[in-house]
């Protein structure tokens, strides 16, 4: 994913009821410029497992760039500039 913006985050702690295990991350929403194919802006939400470190102070409002190991698996959330948004995460 290219450079996106942060527009909200979520934390996520909860048993799964179809197998019992402990479910435990972050969901990042994020907006960013798509090709052709979307007029306007994209939103996408992203899941990350709670190993995958945020950066600190990471809130609205900021750019991010968000890396993938081969699986398609979030692997970094890196700051790219910072916004003027509120609700550190």
Known sequence: MAKATLVG????????????????GTNL??????GDYVVGEATEKIW?????????GLKPGDEVDVEYNRYGKV???LFTKIGKGEGIL
């Open 9 to 24: 985050y979520k934390a996520v702690d909860f048993t799964s009821p179809t197998d019992g295990g402990h479910v435990k």
């Open 29 to 34: 929403y994020v907006k960013y410029k798509a």
């Open 48 to 56: 990350l497992r709670s190993d995958v470190q945020i950066p600190v």
């Open 75 to 77: 692997e970094k959330v």
